[in-house]
């Protein structure tokens, strides 16, 4: 027997239950770029490998982002920037630990004006990513900026490559 789990975000169903299409499949980024990078090229069987996220306003206009600068609001950063890990083409199936957030309010944004950037050092994703095994593997995040707009609004980031190692 299977079960589904959903949970609601400020009345929105869950990312993951409204996920129609394949997250690799998802579109790259076109009003801001979403550039993901790892201080962690290489890691051990068992250890977390950290990524960070650089969101630049690309557009003529300015645009309004969840503010996650400083840890801030990290009960809401897995679901705005939810971190995909890929293995040979394939999205890789990993446990997520199940958060609660929060209630939204504007203070919960940052405005980023034509050519500003929001630098978020170390990502915090929901994902068990210390269950990987060995090999190499990419990670690319998907990039929701917008609580009002469907899940299916959020945009791919670029594309960073790792290694788990024995």
Do not use: H
């Amino acid at each position: 027997m299977r079960f589904l789990l959903v949970s609601v975000v400020a009345g929105l169903p869950s990312v993951l239950a409204a996920q129609v299409v394949s997250p690799a499949a998802v579109e790259r980024c076109q009003a801001a770029e979403v550039t993901v990078a790892t201080s962690t090229p290489k890691v051990r069987t068992g250890t977390r490998p950290q990524f960070s996220v650089v969101v630049t306003n690309t557009s003529s206009r300015s645009i309004r982002v969840l503010d996650v600068r400083d840890g801030r609001r990290n009960d809401l950063e897995s679901v705005y920037f939810e971190l995909v890990i890929v293995r040979n083409g394939r999205v890789v199936d990993l446990p997520t630990v199940i958060s609660d957030p929060g209630p939204i309010s504007n203070a919960d944004y940052l405005v980023l004006n034509p050519g500003e950037r929001l630098n978020v050092q170390r990502l915090s994703y929901k994902r068990v990513a210390e269950r990987l095994v060995a090999g190499e593997y990419s990670a690319f995040v998907l990039f929701w900026r917008n609580p009002n707009e469907p899940p299916t609004s959020r945009c791919r980031s670029s594309e960073v490559r790792f290694v788990v190692s024995d």
